[in-house]
């Protein structure tokens, strides 16, 4: 797992943080990557280490299984394999 935020990271958070805040409430880099340096978020390159984070974390996975996991409001795909994980 790493906790870096670049560009694509910080961009697919923009676009798609809806499905976690229910509305707009960033529109700038900066202060996308601030919500997400304070709160506990993480990139991830695989399905997997988005498990493992769920597990780790105790967040609930109660009906998922596999990559039904991916549809979690919690995980944003990225688009380049890899997978933003913020706890909310």
Do not use: H, P
Not at 19 to 39: D, H, N, P
Not at 41 to 62: H, I, Q
Request: proline share 0%; net charge negative; with cysteine.
């Amino acid at each position: 797992m790493t906790e870096q935020f670049d560009d694509a990271v910080l961009q697919c958070f923009l676009d798609k943080q809806e499905q976690l805040l229910y509305k707009k409430v960033f529109s700038t880099k900066k202060e996308a990557r601030e919500f997400l340096e304070e709160g506990m978020a993480v990139v991830v390159d695989s399905v997997k280490e988005v498990w493992e984070f769920f597990e780790e974390e105790g967040l609930d996975t109660y009906g998922l299984k596999g990559k039904k996991i991916l549809e979690a409001s919690e995980v944003f795909t990225v688009g380049d394999g890899r997978y933003l994980v913020v706890e909310a």
